[in-house]
């Protein structure tokens, strides 16, 4: 801008000429400075915008009952190998267990019947899903019952290594999919990824496979203070981390297994018969994705204006304090 204002007045030389120029420049400038401002803070405004916008969209998702269910979480094993700070499963605090095979197959023949077999996927996890000896047994019950959903494998990966062919040709006849979480312990992914390539079974890192995990910290107000809706609507996991324990359904994971944080800290967050849906009451599945897309009375014990990233992954010291402000 500078140079072609120094450009134009050379080519004047009348000096009353040149100066009536000069102030008409120097008015462009000013005009030219005023609209880069503008501009900048339209952009703000905008990003602002954008930012409420999507926070509201978030909000109105989480209070609309999905189509029909796009995920849902189940534990294979409640107790992990793995010791993270903050579990949202408190599977770091938890006792070994695993389902029963039976009422598991009871569980799915009856959500097969109520949900048409219409579940996008399913997630079989924990606590860490491997520890459970049985694995292939519930792909197969999977599969059976829900022909046409994904099913994924979520796991920390370090029993993958140690798995049966067994294991690996069920995956495959299961069309079970492999989705770890990479965690900053050592894990040879090598020789896992040649096992998958070898069986022809997908292996999807949850994280980016260059990601460092993070801790992140699920603050709860035992005393239970907190707005349910509130808590509900800005809650990630509120109708979006959907889990199955024992044929009741719940709208996220820190609600099914709070057992795990009461016992270990004897506390007393209850659980009540309305805080989750109970498939052999529910009339249809029009009535399990309404009840799901509403705040549950647990909602109240999630303080979640204080769930934060604390930065690099660290393992648990099992203390209250990783669940307290
Ligand atoms: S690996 Fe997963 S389930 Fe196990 S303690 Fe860590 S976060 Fe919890
Ligand atoms: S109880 Fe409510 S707020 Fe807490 S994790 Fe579950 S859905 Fe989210």
């Known amino acids: 801008m500078k140079d072609k204002k120094r450009w134009i007045l050379s080519l004047v030389k009348n000096s009353k000429q040149h100066q009536k120029l000069k102030t008409k420049l120097q008015e462009v400038e000013s005009l030219y400075q005023d609209s880069k401002e503008k501009i900048r803070q339209l952009e703000i405004q905008n990003k602002d915008f954008k930012n409420r916008f999507h926070a509201l969209e978030s ?50 023949k009856r959500l097969s019947n109520l949900t048409y077999g219409l579940i996008g996927r399913f997630h079989l996890m924990g606590g860490e ?26 796991t ?31 894990v040879n992914w090598e020789v896992i990824e040649q096992k998958c390539k070898d069986f022809g079974i997908p292996l999807i890192f949850f994280n ?27 809650c990630g996991m509120a109708n979006n ?39 052999y009451k529910a ?7 309404q009840f799901l897309a509403k705040p549950i009375p647990f909602c109240r014990f999630c303080n979640l204006a204080k769930w934060k990233s604390i930065g690099e992954w660290k393992t648990s010291k099992k203390e209250i304090g990783e669940y307290l402000e």
């Open 129 to 154: 899903p491997l520890l459970n000896p049985n694995c292939k047994d519930f792909f197969q019950v999977t599969r059976k019952y829900f022909p046409k959903s994904a099913i994924w494998l979520v």
């Open 208 to 234: 980016n496979t260059q990601v460092i995990k993070a801790s992140l910290k699920f603050v709860l107000e035992p005393k239970g203070n907190c707005n349910p809706l509130d808590s509900f609507v800005k």
């Open 241 to 279: 981390c959907v889990q199955l324990r024992n044929g009741k359904l719940y709208p996220c994971n820190i609600a099914p297994n709070i057992q795990y944080f009461n016992a270990a800290f004897h506390q007393n967050l209850p659980i009540t018969p309305i805080d989750f849906i109970d498939i």
């Open 156 to 186: 920390n990966g370090i029993l993958l290594e140690s798995q049966s062919k067994d294991f690996w040709e069920s995956c495959k006849e299961n069309k079970i999919e492999i989705h770890p979480t990479k965690y900053p312990i050592k």
């Open 283 to 289: 009339k249809d599945y029009h009535e399990i994705l």
């Open 59 to 108: 909000k109105v998702n989480k209070l609309t009952p999905q189509v029909y269910l796009r995920i849902l979480e189940i534990h294979l094993a409640e107790h992990c190998n793995l010791n993270c700070f903050s579990c949202s499963h408190f599977s770091q605090l938890a006792k070994e267990g695993f389902p029963n095979l039976n009422q598991y197959e009871c569980d799915l």
